[in-house]
């Protein structure tokens, strides 16, 4: 990756309000470049979201950089995310935490990205597919969880399988408004507004070929 290129991504990252150093630091040393759909990659350096199949979207860096400062996971922990996309928001996460639980409800979409952790060499990184709301039992609890879609409020499941005194980060709301939460120890913080697609049930199934 041309560095000049990266320096100016993390600069835009900067002037688009991401300052939390560790969130930055996972975006640079995650090659969006490799999670980007191929006819895409011209794009992934740029702050826009891209389209994924499924009419999902592959969020934008800076929203991501925000979704990771405010999960604020640390060094020897267990993160599980609801909404795996291209992948690109979990290899980031997993440059500090050390085990990522990735879950999508699409199959092609797991199992690209799961090439991608093995392409990255992401060997604590682990892609499901799976009804989000449920979560993933088998690998809880979870020191914190970060879901990538709006819904009314924090699943029970989800919930249950959160560690005592761990965090759960999700935008919480309806389609029109939305607000970023931090929920701890039984406290929620309002960290903002935010706009994302709404959390869909149910593992989806491609349509037939042909």
């Given at each position: 990756?041309?560095?000049?290129?990266?320096?100016?991504?993390?600069?835009?990252?900067?002037?688009?309000?991401?300052?939390?150093?560790?969130?930055?630091?996972?975006l640079e040393r995650t090659p969006r470049t490799h999670y980007a759909p191929e006819h895409l990659e011209g794009l992934a350096l740029?702050?826009?979201?891209?389209?994924?199949?499924?009419?999902?979207?592959?969020?934008?860096?800076?929203?991501?950089?925000?979704?990771?400062?405010?999960?604020?996971?640390?060094?020897?922990?267990?993160?599980?995310?609801?909404?795996?996309?291209?992948g690109f928001q979990a290899a980031a996460i997993s440059t500090v935490a050390q085990k990522v639980v990735t879950l999508e409800r699409?199959?092609?979409?797991?199992?690209?990205?799961?090439?991608?952790?093995?392409?990255?060499?992401?060997?604590?990184?682990?892609?499901?597919?799976?009804?989000?709301?449920?979560?993933?039992?088998?690998?809880?609890?979870?020191?914190?969880?970060?879901?990538?879609?709006?819904?009314?409020?924090?699943?029970?499941?989800?919930?249950?399988?959160?560690?005592?005194?761990?965090?759960?980060?999700?935008?919480?709301?309806?389609?029109?408004?939305?607000?970023?939460?931090?929920?701890?120890?039984?406290?929620?913080?309002?960290?903002?507004?935010?706009?994302?697609?709404?959390?869909?049930?149910?593992?989806?199934?491609?349509?037939?070929?042909?």
């Amino acid at each position: 990756m041309d560095p000049s290129r990266l320096m100016r991504f993390v600069l835009e990252m900067r002037q688009a309000g991401v300052t939390d150093a560790r969130a930055l630091s996972a975006l640079e040393r995650t090659p969006r470049t490799h999670y980007a759909p191929e006819h895409l990659e011209g794009l992934a350096l740029d702050d826009v979201g891209l389209p994924l199949a499924h009419a999902q979207t592959m969020t934008k860096p800076s929203l991501v950089g925000r979704m990771i400062a405010a999960l604020a996971p640390e060094v020897g922990e267990t993160v599980l995310e609801v909404g795996t996309g291209s992948g690109f928001q979990a290899a980031a996460i997993s440059t500090v935490a050390q085990k990522v639980v990735t879950l999508e409800r699409w199959n092609d979409l797991t199992v690209a990205a799961r090439g991608k952790f093995g392409t990255a060499r992401l060997m604590r990184t682990y892609a499901h597919m799976a009804d989000g709301f449920d979560g993933w039992a088998d690998e809880a609890p979870y020191d914190r969880i970060i879901i990538n879609a709006a819904l009314e409020d924090f699943p029970p499941p989800l919930l249950e399988q959160l560690k005592q005194g761990g965090v759960i980060v999700a935008p919480l709301g309806d389609a029109q408004n939305q607000r970023l939460i931090r929920f701890r120890n039984g406290q929620r913080e309002d960290l903002g507004p935010i706009r994302m697609q709404p959390l869909e049930r149910d593992v989806g199934e491609a349509p037939p070929a042909g």
